[in-house]
């Protein structure tokens, strides 16, 4: 199955993440959740409904759900190659799609598989390889600056793993505090 053409897709791209958070049991209430699910104009017109449901409390799916997740994950990633998910991450349509498939990977999977060669996570960031001058650091560096590529940045610094965080850091972020400080997009991140 290959539906990379789906994640640049206007109209697909929406699918595609509807699809993975139904299946993930995510919750779709809670406000990051929607943050990613809705398109540019919706945002400003939604309000806030008040209601009983409970925001951020995972919704439980039967374990055919799980298991069609992984192998939907899985075939999208597995379909692409290192050079287009890096452009993905800051395409204005694709980048909602990598930022829930990459939340879904670093949450609920189990450790080994965030860092795995064939993972969404090691593909884009090659987290073994995070030195002053590698590839990956170049491409977080440049993410961190970008309007797009910075909330997939966001999403690394809330939920990679503390050694991966510890090494960007280290190697991304401490060196070049002061500038992103200055700067708009960066110093928001």
């Keep these: 199955m290959k539906f990379g053409y789906l994640l640049t897709d206007r109209f697909g791209s929406h699918v595609i993440r509807n699809l993975v958070l139904v299946l993930s049991g995510e919750p779709l209430k809670d406000p990051d959740t929607q943050k990613i699910l809705a398109s540019k104009r919706k945002e400003r017109l939604d309000k806030q409904v008040a209601g009983n449901s409970q925001t951020g409390v995972p919704r439980e799916v039967p374990q055919g759900f799980k298991t069609a997740l992984s192998h939907l994950i899985e075939a999208a990633v597995s379909s692409l190659d290192r050079t287009y998910l890096r452009a993905l ?67 690394v610094v809330q939920y990679a793993p503390g050694k991966i965080f510890k090494k960007l850091y280290k190697h991304v972020w401490a060196p070049r505090m002061a500038s992103m400080a200055k700067n708009d997009v960066a110093s928001y991140v």
């Design 89 to 155: 991450a800051t395409h204005p349509t694709g980048n909602p799609v990598l930022q829930v498939l990459l939340k879904l990977e670093l949450t609920n999977s189990d450790k080994g598989r965030s860092h795995g060669e064939d993972s969404l996570f090691h593909k884009l960031f090659s987290p073994d390889s995070l030195a002053d001058d590698s590839e990956g650091t170049k491409l977080i560096s440049g993410l961190t600056y970008d309007p797009t590529g910075s909330h997939l940045v966001e999403l």
